[in-house]
């Protein structure tokens, strides 16, 4: 199984990315029923989660993203993506995603976010 990440890059501070995470190689009888969860790393910082989705349709975000990121998933192409609107220079960092569940726990090689002021 391996996560494969995709949509980071450079952006201007209020501008939107769309993060996706594919899960390769996972059944969905694994993939359906597991915690999705989007962690960040800033520089000098410890990585925080910012975003968690369970048992299909639950989530919680973390204070600094309510608002302005929405976690959501796709069963038929086993991905979980991160909307991310009006964006600020403090979400700047490597975003990684993360796949709890019954098989194990997975986590994606990471992308990186800058938002340029």
């Known amino acids: 199984v391996q996560l494969v990440e995709r949509g980071g890059g450079l952006v201007q501070a209020g501008g939107s990315l769309r993060l996706s995470c594919y899960a390769s190689?996972?059944?969905?009888?694994?993939?359906?029923?597991?915690?999705i969860s989007w962690y960040r790393q800033a520089p000098g910082k410890q990585r925080e989660s910012v975003a968690t989705l369970s048992d299909g349709r639950v989530t919680d975000y973390a204070d600094a993203v309510k608002g302005r990121f929405t976690i959501s998933r796709d069963s038929a192409r086993k991905t979980a993506y991160l909307q991310m609107n009006s964006l600020n220079g403090d979400d700047t960092g490597v975003y990684y995603c993360?796949?709890?569940?019954?098989?194990?726990?997975?986590w994606g090689q990471g992308t990186q976010v800058t938002v340029s002021s």
């Open positions: 993360n796949i709890n569940s019954w098989a194990g726990d997975y």
């Open positions: 190689g996972m059944i969905t009888s694994v993939f359906n029923p597991s915690t």
